[in-house]
């Protein structure tokens, strides 16, 4: 049986995403909440635990994965600095890299089911060149446990031409010439998101490289870039998308509040892929 740790988890979308989880997994799953709100689960799916305030809801829920009580922790309504916070700290010794960062999984259903994982859109605001290879390094775990043997991972700049003046695509060429001999995958880049993603742009533009349409993970400059198309594929692409922290000792499912239930589901899943333990 897998436990997931909810912190602040006693809300009705939160309710209705185990509902979602219950009825596909069943008795595999179990799950704890803990929060500063009453305990609103109408089906007893869930072991609940009261805490005072969002600080003690965060501490105690990263304790309870910390213990081996739980195998993945998970952000409800709870602010994700407060709960960033409590998992980083040196008593509940849950860093796994050096470097926690953010990974989606995007599937859209305009492209045939598509999917493809983004990366960092939430946690690592301006990567330096240090910081983005930590952050390659994580998605290629991920990848790998996803069963992708060989990713092909695009670094998005705006255009795939290499422009001295233009810190994108600086940052993306340093952090391919590191990559360059990298055997359990491609990093390639600069190169730009349609030519990243889209094959019928690398045919309109003649295009020819490593990666031509195909990426299996596209790596964004900053945060900004990555939280607006995370964002962006949700709301008007009609994409699935779920996400979650790497770079712990467990999954760490971090979804934008305004998340769907099913995203939210489809987060869940991603996660269990991590574990060694298949769910």
């Known amino acids: 049986m897998t436990v997931i740790v909810i912190a ?5 979308e939160i309710v209705e995403f185990v509902n979602l989880a219950k009825n596909f997994y069943g008795e595999q799953l179990q799950f704890v909440v803990f929060d500063k709100a009453d305990n609103i689960d109408p089906n007893h799916f869930w072991t609940y635990y009261h805490c005072a305030n969002d600080q003690e809801v965060a501490q105690q829920a990263v304790n309870y994965v910390a213990t081996g009580s739980g195998q993945v922790l998970m952000k409800g309504l709870i602010q994700s600095h407060i709960l960033l916070k409590a998992l980083v700290q040196d008593k509940f010794d849950l860093k796994k890299q050096t470097l926690l960062s953010h990974i989606a999984l995007i599937k859209l259903p305009q492209a045939a089911n598509r999917s493809f994982l983004l990366t960092d ?15 390659v390094d994580n998605v290629l775990v991920v990848a790998h446990k996803l069963g992708i043997v060989q990713p092909k991972i695009a670094l998005i700049s705006s255009a795939e031409n290499f422009n001295p003046k233009m810190p994108s695509s600086v940052l993306a060429k340093e952090v391919a010439k590191h990559f360059q001999d990298q055997t359990t995958g491609l ?3 600069p190169l730009s998101l349609d030519l990243a993603l889209s094959p019928q742009a690398v045919q309109r533009k003649h295009y020819h490289g490593p990666i031509m349409g195909d990426a299996d993970v596209i790596v964004v400059p900053n945060i900004d870039t990555g939280n607006v198309l995370y964002k962006a594929f949700a709301l008007f692409a009609g994409a699935q998308v779920g996400g979650m922290i790497t770079g712990a000792k467990v999954p760490v499912i971090l979804t934008s509040r305004s998340d769907t239930a099913q995203s939210k589901f489809y987060s869940l899943q991603l996660a269990l892929r991590q574990l060694d333990t298949e769910v």
Request: proline share 9%; net charge negative; no cysteine.
């Open 8 to 12: 602040g988890g006693s809300q009705p």
């Open 187 to 189: 990093v390639f880049g």
């Open 121 to 135: 859109g939430a946690m690592n605001i301006a990567p330096t060149t240090t910081t983005m290879i930590e952050i």
